[in-house]
């Protein structure tokens, strides 16, 4: 396969996140990498990423904005514009290594030019160097079961995939929306991965994926599986895990309302999340939510 100018398009979804822009794209376009583009899709923002974006014009930047229809959209309406062979979508709070490009171009000539590829990366905050390093076996789709390890600026997938298949675009799946897409991308065409670190996943408390109350959370669980199950390959290739994708969610939920301090709801899903699939038990999510667990029964005590 030829490498044609650009390579890769970096397509990167934002909805208010001005500071986040001013301060990551400019790096971006002094990657240690020469074929590529970045595609910013401006999802409706209220703040100043016009007048942001305005001021950081360069030739490897081309800028979209559109009306407000959340980040599955705005992630499938810069797919659209992209003109790479290979789209990697990264989230404006999260950070791509300078040599990030030249990896994912290594690994994807290695690994024979795949439809979906997934490289590793770290967590941390910008200032702090991370020792959470996520690296996955390859031709292991079966770790998406589990939960959803991958991270969008460490997935690399070919833009012809987009004719088929697309992010679901349903705001209540919002904040999951990835992992449907990626059960079905795994479905159809398993999943290659390769531990080169590419990039970092900011923490910070903004981030939509911890700040979900029960409901959406539920929400979000019954919407993911229903719509990853609609399709007839997903169904083939992980129908017999369906119960345990369940289950694991169920723990998913259990998690995050336990670091809310909501202790008897959080129980209420661990042990719903076990009679399901008594393997939920044997997880570093489980240590983490007993944890907690037993840490607020400790300070109820003292108080007590």
């Known amino acids: 396969m030829k490498m044609p100018e650009p390579f890769i398009s970096i397509v990167i979804p934002t909805y208010n996140r001005a500071q986040f822009l001013k301060a990551n794209i400019p790096r971006l376009c002094a990657l240690d990498y020469e074929n590529y583009e970045i595609v910013v899709v401006d999802d409706g923002s209220t703040d100043d990423t016009p007048l942001v974006m305005a001021d950081l014009s360069h030739e490897r930047l ?11 959209a705005a992630r499938n309406y810069g797919a659209k514009q992209a003109i790479g062979d290979y ?8 950070i791509l290594y300078d040599d990030a490009l030249q990896k994912a171009a290594e690994a994807i000539i290695e690994k024979k030019f795949p439809f ?41 997938i070919r833009r012809e ?17 990835d992992w449907e897409f990626w059960m ?9 991965t390769d531990n080169r670190i590419v990039g970092r996943l900011i923490e910070h408390k903004t981030r939509s994926v911890v700040t979900a109350s029960e409901e959406k ?3 979000r669980k019954t919407l993911a599986i229903r719509y990853a199950f609609e399709d007839e390959t997903v169904r083939t290739v992980f129908g017999k895990y369906k119960r345990s ?28 999340g076990i009679r399901k699939d008594i393997g939920c038990l044997f997880t570093r999510r489980a240590l983490v939510i007993i944890k907690f667990l037993l840490q607020k029964r400790n300070e109820e005590d003292e108080l007590n």
């Open 217 to 219: 959370l539920v929400m």
């Open 245 to 272: 994708i369940a289950a694991y969610w169920d723990t998913y939920i259990a998690l995050h309302l336990v670091i809310d301090g909501l202790k008897s709801r959080a129980l209420y899903y661990f042990l719903g």
């Open 87 to 94: 789209i990697t979508f990264l989230d404006s709070d999260d």
């Open 161 to 177: 995939v987009f004719q088929s298949h697309q992010f679901n675009e349903d705001r209540n799946l919002s904040a999951s929306e």
């Open 62 to 72: 081309r800028v979209f904005r559109k009306e407000n229809g959340e980040r599955a």
């Open 184 to 192: 079905r991308l795994a479905a159809f065409y398993g999943l290659r």
């Open 116 to 156: 979906f590829l997934h490289l590793a990366y770290d967590i941390g905050t910008p200032d702090k160097i991370s020792k959470t390093v996520i690296r996955l076996k390859d031709n292991n789709p079966y770790i998406l079961v589990k939960g959803n390890p991958l991270s969008c600026m460490g997935v690399f």
